[in-house]
């Protein structure tokens, strides 16, 4: 029982039981397959008793370890998920372990691709901000393959996660602002099935209520620069312009700093504060020098690898939801605390 606990049935199992060859039993869970109708069902009572399911997770299982983890990433043109994705590949280098790199080009789901992901045969899988369903979550669960979703969470307790605490991060951005004596203040949101976005966003508004300050306007720049630069526009042309924004990431922050400064000529820390979330590399470059909030890569990483390690040790060990703190970094983009 033990050792049933610890790796997940598979076909090799059924074959053994049913005294077939493991190319039988894929035949007979194989729509149009060629076994006879006795093998077919000596093959499904063993399955039966064994509690075999056939399912893409399991066909991507091997008995052999491959030393392959993917990770599935939303695209790298931001470059805080490059700077992941590479501080990710050092620490599994060094376990001799390889990344196998899947790119999205879509902050969303990724259950349309995962059979594909799959069908490399990885031993385990980290989503960069990135969703699985509850479904195939269950799917890989049951089936022994470690899956965790980093900077992201689904609400569920069976999948692994690792994220900063983005609605910390919102509370603390939002006394920085009412602290500096904002008369408008906004809020520039991700993507709506962004579970970061949501929770920054949460953070900010909670903590403004508290402080008894006005709901912030709200506009959607889609984790992109040039939509973040359209969504700065309409707001400064608006009846309401604030002089305070705070963008759930750093490239939308600096798509409006281009359009505040350049567009606008209006100076970044008196006539507006604009403060992002990331701190990627270009948060400190001179010509930004945007105030965002820090999210603790390094640890975020090590998390990160020591719980799928874990899982390889123990893949009935119960699933880990970490949050870790980050920190403010003030810059000159946001009026100091007068």
Known sequence: MSERMRRPVTSYDVAKLAGVSQSA?????TEGGKVSAST???IKEAAAQLGYRPSFVARSLITRRSNLVGVVVPGL??????????????VFNEMGYSILLFSMHSDGSTDPIMEDVLRHRVEALILVSTMLSSRFAEECQQNGLPVLLLNRTNGSKNVSSVTSDNIRGGAQIADFLVAGKHRQLAFMAGLDTSSTSRDREQGFIERLQWHGVAPPLRVQGLYTLETAMEATRSLLKGKKRPDGLFCANDIMAIGALNVAVGEFGLVAGQDISIIGFDDIVMADWPLFK??????PMDEMVNSAVRIITQQFADPGSPAVQQVLTGKLVVR????LPV
């Open 25 to 29: 039993v894929s035949r007979a869970f």
């Open 40 to 42: 077919r069902e000596k």
């Open 77 to 90: 043109m931001n470059p805080f998920y490059a700077g992941l994705v590479d501080k990710l590949s050092y």
């Open 290 to 295: 945007l105030t965002t909030y820090v999210q």
């Open 332 to 335: 000159h983009s946001a009026r």
